[in-house]
C-alpha cells in the first residue's frame, strides 16, 4: 500500500469536492484496486464535471496545485493530462461530463465522491475491448511477423525488423496466453495486454529472456520465437526455411 499515493488522491477529493462544477472523482487502476498499489503505481483517475465546464479543469491546474506543486503537467489527448507533482507522484487523469463518460470504455473504478442526488455509474456503458486473440490467427500473425521483420533487419531497416519481432509478434504470442472462453480476469489489463504478465504468466517470463535482446541478437531472438511457433502450430518448411535463412 502506498500511503502517498492515497494522501494525495484524498486530498485531490477534498479540493474537487469544494467546486461545485465538480461532480465526481473516479479514481482507476491501481487508485481503485488498492491492494494493487505498491511504491511504483501512480495515480489514475476521472474528474467528472458539470456540463459546459470541461474546458476549465483541463486548461486550469489550480486544483492540482492545490494539492502539492506541480513540476510538470502535458496535455496528451483532447480529454486529459499526464502530471508531475514537486513530490514524485505522478497522474495520468481525464475530464468528462456524464454524457461523455458514457460513451468511453473504462475499467471498473472506484467512486472517491459524487455528488448527492447525481447518477454516476462505476462501471463503463461501453464495453471493454477484449485482447485476446485465437490461436490460429496469433500465430500466423507472428510467424509472417517474424518473416517481414527478418526481411527489414537484413535490409538495414533495425528498428523496423526489431519492433515487428520484438514487440508485433511478442504481442501476438501474449494474446494467446488467456483462456478467451471464460471471462478476463481483472488482472488483466484490456489495453495493454503486457502490464502484470510476469505475475499472471510466470511460466512465460524464461521464454521472454530469449525472445528480447539487443539488436545485434535480434536473429537469436527470432530463431527463439520461431521454435516457440513450431512446437504449438504447423508451420510450412517453406516459411521455416525462408526464416531460418534470413536469420543465418
Same mark, same amino acid.
Given at each position: 500500500?502506498?500511503t502517498? #499515493?492515497?494522501?494525495? #488522491?484524498?486530498? /485531490?477529493?477534498?479540493?474537487?469536492?469544494?467546486?461545485?462544477d +465538480?461532480?465526481?472523482?473516479?479514481?482507476?487502476?491501481?487508485a481503485?484496486?488498492?491492494?494493487?498499489?505498491?511504491?511504483?503505481?501512480?495515480?489514475?483517475?476521472?474528474? @467528472?464535471? *458539470? &456540463?459546459g465546464?470541461?474546458?476549465?479543469?483541463?486548461?486550469? &491546474?489550480?486544483w /492540482?496545485?492545490? +494539492?502539492?506543486?506541480?513540476?510538470?503537467r502535458f496535455?496528451?489527448?483532447?480529454? =486529459?493530462? *499526464?502530471?508531475?507533482?514537486?513530490? =514524485?507522484?505522478?497522474? %495520468?487523469?481525464?475530464?468528462?461530463?456524464?454524457?461523455?463518460?458514457?460513451?468511453?470504455?473504462?475499467?471498473?473504478?472506484?467512486? +472517491?465522491?459524487? !455528488?448527492?442526488?447525481?447518477?454516476?455509474?462505476?462501471?463503463?456503458?461501453k464495453?471493454?475491448p $477484449?485482447?485476446?486473440?485465437?490461436?490460429?490467427?496469433?500465430?500466423?500473425e507472428?510467424?509472417?511477423?517474424? /518473416?517481414? =521483420?527478418?526481411?527489414r533487419?537484413?535490409?538495414?531497416?533495425?528498428?523496423?525488423g526489431?519492433?515487428?519481432i520484438?514487440?508485433?509478434?511478442?504481442?501476438?504470442?501474449?494474446?494467446?496466453?488467456?483462456?478467451?472462453?471464460?471471462?478476463?480476469?481483472?488482472?488483466?489489463?484490456?489495453?495493454?495486454? $503486457? !502490464?502484470?504478465?510476469?505475475? !499472471?504468466?510466470?511460466? @512465460?517470463v524464461?521464454?521472454?529472456? &530469449?525472445f528480447l535482446?539487443?539488436? &545485434? *541478437?535480434?536473429?537469436?531472438?527470432?530463431?527463439? #520465437?520461431?521454435?516457440? /511457433?513450431?512446437?504449438?502450430?504447423? @508451420?510450412? %518448411?517453406?516459411?521455416?526455411? !525462408?526464416?531460418?535463412?534470413? +536469420?543465418?
Open positions: 500500500m502506498n502517498q #499515493l492515497l494522501n494525495r #488522491l484524498e486530498r /485531490l477529493t477534498e479540493v474537487l469536492r469544494q467546486d461545485p +465538480c461532480l465526481g472523482l473516479l479514481a482507476l487502476g491501481s481503485a484496486d488498492t491492494s494493487r498499489m505498491d511504491a511504483y503505481s501512480d495515480l489514475d483517475f476521472f474528474v @467528472i464535471v *458539470k &456540463d465546464t470541461v474546458q476549465r479543469f483541463l486548461n486550469e &491546474d489550480t /492540482l496545485t492545490s +494539492c502539492a506543486p506541480l513540476a510538470y496535455r496528451n489527448t483532447v480529454d =486529459g493530462h *499526464k502530471a508531475l507533482w514537486e513530490d =514524485g507522484i505522478y497522474a %495520468e487523469y481525464a475530464v468528462f461530463d456524464i454524457s461523455m463518460l458514457s460513451r468511453i470504455p473504462y475499467t471498473t473504478g472506484r467512486w +472517491c465522491f459524487k !455528488r448527492d442526488g447525481i447518477t454516476l455509474p462505476d462501471q463503463p456503458h464495453p471493454l $477484449d485482447p485476446r486473440q485465437s490461436v490460429d490467427f496469433a500465430y500466423n507472428a510467424l509472417t511477423n517474424l /518473416l517481414v =521483420g527478418m526481411m533487419y537484413r535490409r538495414g531497416e533495425r528498428v523496423a526489431a519492433r515487428l520484438q514487440v508485433h509478434a511478442i504481442d501476438r504470442i501474449l494474446a494467446t496466453l488467456d483462456d478467451p472462453s471464460v471471462p478476463l480476469s481483472t488482472s488483466v489489463d484490456p489495453f495493454s495486454l $503486457d !502490464r502484470r504478465i510476469e505475475f !499472471r504468466h510466470p511460466e @512465460i524464461p521464454l521472454l529472456e &530469449d535482446v539487443d539488436l &545485434d *541478437k535480434l536473429p537469436q531472438a527470432t530463431l527463439a #520465437l520461431l521454435t516457440y /511457433l513450431q512446437a504449438r502450430m504447423s @508451420i510450412p %518448411e517453406a516459411m521455416v526455411q !525462408r526464416i531460418t535463412d534470413l +536469420c543465418d
